[in-house]
């Protein structure tokens, strides 16, 4: 049987231009574009937005503090290290605590490959990989970004909308109708 289902895509949202991106979950969608305009729809109806951006889950290269202990030779690039060197994002997450955020975008990294740009955002100081729980590492050609222009269309219609936790509503059920048996 084969799968029917469309690619996953990861979504990073902003949610002020002075905070950095972060990822709040992932859609499904046949391109990038229908995935950022699925993103916008789950991920930016109530809350505040200011940029969205989407990219394959297939392009992450995502690892965990613990399986980098587990496995040592991580640091091994086991992909080809030839050609050219391009821009990568890394993003960390340094908290066990439960939030609607994954991780958060904290730099970039040139290399040739996913792993040795992880190697070097490990290596340096600014990341403080001592307290990264997991990496991710994006490689910036499979981002698609929300156009600023298109900011208030895609994202103002949301700041007027009152956000009420689904308790407020109360219940609605069947009616019953008052039937009377005949004894």
């Known amino acids: 049987m084969s799968d029917t289902q469309w690619p996953r895509y990861e979504v990073f949202k902003q949610d002020s231009p002075n905070q950095p991106h972060k990822a709040v979950g992932s859609v499904h969608a046949p391109d990038a574009e229908m995935a950022l305009l699925n993103a916008r729809d789950v991920f930016a109806r109530r ?3 200011v940029s969205m951006w989407v990219a ?4 992450i290269l995502s690892m965990t503090a613990e399986e980098m202990a587990a496995n040592p030779g991580w640091r091994m690039v086991s992909e080809t290290g030839e050609g050219e060197e391009r821009p990568f994002l890394i993003f960390t997450k340094t908290s066990q605590r439960r939030s609607m955020t994954f991780v ?12 040795e740009a992880l190697a070097t955002a490990v290596a340096n100081a600014e990341f403080d990989a001592e307290n990264v729980w997991v990496w991710w590492v994006v490689p ?5 970004r ?7 269309s895609h994202f103002a219609p949301a700041a007027d909308k009152t956000y009420r936790q689904q308790s407020s509503y109360g219940f609605v059920g069947p009616t019953r109708k008052n039937v009377k048996r005949e004894t």
């Open 47 to 49: 809350p505040k937005a």
């Open 56 to 59: 394959p889950a297939s392009t």
């Open 104 to 115: 958060t975008h904290v730099g970039v990294i040139t290399a040739v490959t996913a792993q």
């Open 140 to 144: 910036e050609s499979a981002i698609t």
């Open 146 to 152: 929300s156009d600023p222009d298109d900011q208030a």
